[in-house]
């Protein structure tokens, strides 16, 4: 794959301030006071497009801890190769999900089976690597997922795999440069 000019300058740019109050408004309800990320201002270029975005995001209070969802997030960011979006979660989200260095270089290097996860948490990287590949999930896999995450829980999880490979596209493609502060895939190697 070629990325010619990943990280210099983003193929569109963002929209400039002032934004319509709307959007203003759902880009301080997400920031909370920081600087709004370069996906939010480039998709504030398109009315629709941000509020159709925004209105598919799942960082809101669901069947899924915090830590599960960050799980999801971190893998099929890591497996799209979403620099952006995965320096995003990870330093925004990872320490409120208690994940540790050695759990984020497994996310981004490592595999379900590395020591750092638990049964459950294997279940869910192994859901991404399965979706993320096959673009289904197996009934073995199936099974294993059951016991543990209500019907709601996995249909949340399909959507939330789902959401993050559109959002790796997306930033993919726009080759948006990291956000300044955010963690980076070379912040996390396997030792050696």
Known sequence: MT??????????????????VDVQAAIDRVMRGRPPLTLFTTLARDRRLFFKFFGGGLLDRGHLTLRQREIVIGRTTALCGAEYEWGVHVTTFGPSAELTDDQIT?????????????????ALIDLCDALHTSATVDDELWERLRPVF?????????LLVGFYHTTSFVVNSLALPPESGMARFSDFRPAA
């Open 106 to 122: 497994s996310l981004t290097h490592g595999r379900a089976g590395d020591s750092c996860w638990t049964g459950e948490e294997r």
């Open 3 to 20: 990325r010619s000019n990943f990280y210099s300058a983003p193929r569109i740019a963002p929209a400039v301030e002032p934004f319509d």
């Open 150 to 158: 209500a019907d709601e829980a996995i249909l949340e999880l399909l």
